[in-house]
Nanobody
Framework: VQLQASGGGSVQPGGSLRLSCAAS????????MGWYRQVPGKQRELVAT???????DYADSVKGRFTISRDNAKNTAGLQMSSLKPGDTAIYYC???????????????WGQGTQVTVSS
């Protein structure tokens, strides 16, 4: 199973960006898809996740500004980011965990990361 992330870029404070992530491979089911971010010298941190049934979890720092979405049929996820702040600058990673088709195996994979820069 592989993830391909897209979107990101540079934006001024207060602006918006959308990230997209597409999973491919022998996917049986994806339980959770999510977004994490990392800045140099710091640990990767959770931004938002969404389960197969639609339950979401957000970092406190992004609540009310970011919205995660999923299309279970297409095995894709999105992250709409609004009211962006300089503190949101980071490399954003898409993640997915679930199980494959036969032979059934669990998987947990990460996308390649996409840079988001918020600066005036």
């Amino acid at each position: 199973v592989q993830l391909q992330a897209s979107g990101g870029g540079s934006v001024q404070p207060g602006g918006s960006l959308r990230l997209s992530c597409a999973a491919s491979g022998k996917i049986g089911n994806i339980n959770t898809m999510g977004w994490y971010r990392q800045v140099p010298g710091k640990q990767r941190e959770l931004v938002a996740t969404m389960t197969h049934t639609g339950s979401t979890d957000y970092a406190d720092s992004v609540k009310g500004r970011f919205t995660i979405s999923r299309d279970n049929a297409k095995n894709t996820a999105g992250l709409q980011m609004s009211s962006l702040k300089p503190g949101d600058t980071a490399i954003y990673y898409c993640s997915a965990e679930g199980f494959t088709t036969f032979p059934v195996r669990d998987f947990e994979v990460w996308g390649q990361g996409t840079q988001v820069t918020v600066s005036s």
